[in-house]
């Protein structure tokens, strides 16, 4: 295919879900749009997630299901495309999508499917994707951008940078849109690893391992942030959708706190049990709530092997705080090799919330996870790439 003229009116850096929306949505504008990506496909991150099923919105998703330093930034982009735009979007496209937890919305088929839809998109809308390009230099001009790529001299009026955060580096995650805010004098807020699995210190480590691929439902909270969501116990330490969220609150040294019978009130439980059935033991009580190999190896952990009516109250107080404030200080995470997103990123507050733009710098933008802006997990990273590429598409 012949190389088209070097000259575009919006370069976008990073052809994954922010950058492919904004690409649309500016095309859709009249505007001659180029997404270049060093990855040798669009997209990756998409067709990886959710299990290969792309939980691709969350019906509920407001701002408070967002971390930001800055937590007010994301609420107009957010108000102003939100889930519901996204949905009519893909049943236009006629994707069959299903809802998995209260508001989770996947592809009933494959994650190709909403990949399919922002590639048909872009095509219909007239921007042109170039893969397998990376940007070795950004310089300012008098009138926008001079890119230096490996396919050759670009230049550019818009310039937007959605290449993502440092999360899962096999996917072809690099630190590149941090370095270029900071070439523009912009502050990048420290980053780490969010919504990954925790490790476990090796005493605990080996107590567990046995349990490997047992799930049950807890509510575990760091920090006074509540999540009441599946634990999985995994042979390197603790997964599951409520270690992934607390995960993103949780700092080195830190607890996390499990409450492993979230709907029961156990110690009422254990006072009415020992009254009428003075023989039967925690073992046995723990068997009717939690997978039994979990209430097996939880219950020997803990040493409670007498019947319920050799307990004193101030004990069976001790067992029902044990059960419901499990103490857990996790040795670390997995860090970005396994996380969903990137926590921290470039400053929102030297950016529009409006356009996404940065202010002093009206044809520079930054959208998607480069920002300082994380939602929890359940679709609400996705609704923020399609909102802060909205938002820029429509400015740029």
């Known amino acids: 295919m012949a190389v088209s003229s070097s000259h575009y009116d919006v370069i976008i850096i990073g052809a994954g879900a922010a950058g492919l929306m904004c690409a649309a949505t500016a095309g859709y504008r009249g505007r001659k749009v180029l997404v270049v990506d ?15 099923r792309c ?35 893909v049943e236009r496209h006629g994707v069959e999508h ?4 209260p508001g989770q919305l996947f592809c ?15 095509e219909w809308a007239g921007a042109e994707i170039r893969m397998a390009t990376s940007v070795t230099q950004v310089q300012p001009t008098e009138t926008g951008y001079k ?15 959605a290449c993502g955060g440092l999360s899962i580096p096999t996917m072809g995650a690099t630190g590149f849109g941090y370095e270029l805010a900071k070439q523009f004098g912009l502050s990048v807020l420290p980053t780490r690893a969010g919504l990954v699995p925790f490790t476990l210190h090796p005493e605990l480590k080996q107590q567990l391992s046995p349990l490997s691929g047992i799930s049950c439902p807890v509510e575990a909270h760091c920090h006074n942030h ?13 997964s599951g959708p409520s270690m992934l969220q607390v995960s993103s609150y949780w700092q080195p040294g830190d607890e ?7 709907a029961q009130n156990i110690q009422d439980d254990l006072f009415t049990l020992r009254k009428h059935k003075p023989q039967s033991t925690i073992a046995q009580y723990l068997n009717q709530h939690l997978p039994k190999r979990f209430a097996q190896a939880f219950n020997e952990l803990q040493g409670w092997s007498k019947p319920l009516q050799e307990y004193r109250n101030p004990e069976l107080e001790q ?6 404030n499990w103490t857990v200080k996790p040795a670390g995470t997995e860090g970005y090799r396994t996380a969903e997103v990137t926590l921290g990123g470039v400053d929102t507050r030297q950016l529009s919330s409006k356009t996404m733009a940065v202010l002093n710098r009206p044809n520079l933008y930054f959208i998607g996870e480069v920002v300082d802006v994380t939602g929890h997990l359940g679709g609400h990273n996705f609704q923020w790439a399609w909102a802060s590429g909205v938002a820029a598409g429509n400015s740029a």
């Open 108 to 122: 009933q088929n494959s994650a190709k499917d909403i990949l399919n839809v922002l590639l048909t998109e872009c």
């Open 55 to 89: 939980n691709f919105t969350n019906l509920n998703s407001t701002p408070s299901n967002f971390l930001s330093d800055n937590p007010h930034y994301c609420i107009s982009a957010l108000k102003r495309y939100t889930p519901q735009d996204f949905l009519e979007l």
């Open 98 to 101: 299903e809802e998995k937890a």
């Open 226 to 238: 509540h999540f009441r969501e599946p634990l999985l116990v995994t042979h390197r330490g603790l």
């Open 256 to 262: 996390v706190h499990i409450n492993l019978l979230p």
């Open 319 to 324: 067992v029902a705080n044990t059960l419901g």
């Open 147 to 161: 890119l230096q790529t490996s396919s050759g001299a670009l230049s550019c009026e818009s310039l937007i940078v």
């Open 38 to 52: 060093h990855a040798n496909k669009p997209g990756k991150k998409i067709l990886m997630s959710g299990g290969g």
